[in-house]
């Protein structure tokens, strides 16, 4: 289960990470730094997923390089700025598409493109409103399309687990429009349990108007490890008929589970490139089972 670690992700994670300290605090501090990291590394449970070390690696730049847990806050908080300002603009959009269900989702996983973290130097917001305008020219996986169609034609809950602050703003669209849709369908909102990069927590939800329940992971990983989740979570996990999971950090900690789980997400690393031979920001719907 989850999409583990290879020897492509143990260089880019310490090289990526080890760039961050060592532009914080020095060539000394960094060294320190990869030094800690590459031991997490050998002693951690085998086969986990880059998201699983996000803790560690938090813990150790607040150690070496005296950097506050939630340091994307900033970021987050122009996500959701700029994502509420346009709401109206994008709800009318996909309203107004010839299948309004698919433009939610072509909109909602564009917004996977506001990743901080992942994409470390490469979001703009200019590029974003770029991209806001072709929308419509993304394409997904359109047997994928009609079998989630149809298992929501069918269900009683779906559980909507969300990736990135600002981010969540589409997602608000995407569920409102499945909630119209299939009015039948409780939907909660799952998010992060505190800082994890620019990834959403309660107060991301709270900021762009969730109207749905919400519920937390219980911890700060920046995806779902199962065996993390509250149990309130879990059991909204286990249970659920439909599971919609955003973001490639959800695809990496879930991947194999065997839960009826539909990925949307922007293809970011080389991994992920050679691991479904596609290439870097392909929009992605794929289907656990």
Partial sequence: MSI???DQCYVCHLKRNTETARA????????AFAKELMQRYLDAPKDKSSPWFGPAVTELLEKYCGLRSDRFREEKEMSNRFVLQRLDAIRSWI??????LYGALQMAVLGN??????LKGEVSFEKLEQMLKEAESIQLDMQNYEKL??????AKTLLYITDNAGEIGFDRLLAEQIAAQYPDVRIT?????????NDATREDAQAVGIPFPVVDNGCTVAGTEIGL???QTLQLFDTADVILSKGQANVETL?????NIYYLFLIKCLRFQTYFGREKLTPMLLRER
């Fill in 4 to 6: 583990p670690m290879n």
């Fill in 24 to 31: 914080l605090a020095g060539e000394a501090a960094a060294t």
């Fill in 95 to 100: 309203q107004g598409a010839e299948d309004p």
């Fill in 113 to 118: 493109y506001i990743d901080f973290s992942a």
């Fill in 149 to 154: 169609r149809a298992d929501l034609s069918g």
């Fill in 189 to 197: 909102f799952c998010v992060r349990g505190g800082p994890a990069s």
């Fill in 229 to 231: 989740l509250p149990p």
């Fill in 255 to 259: 991947y194999g589970c065997g839960r």
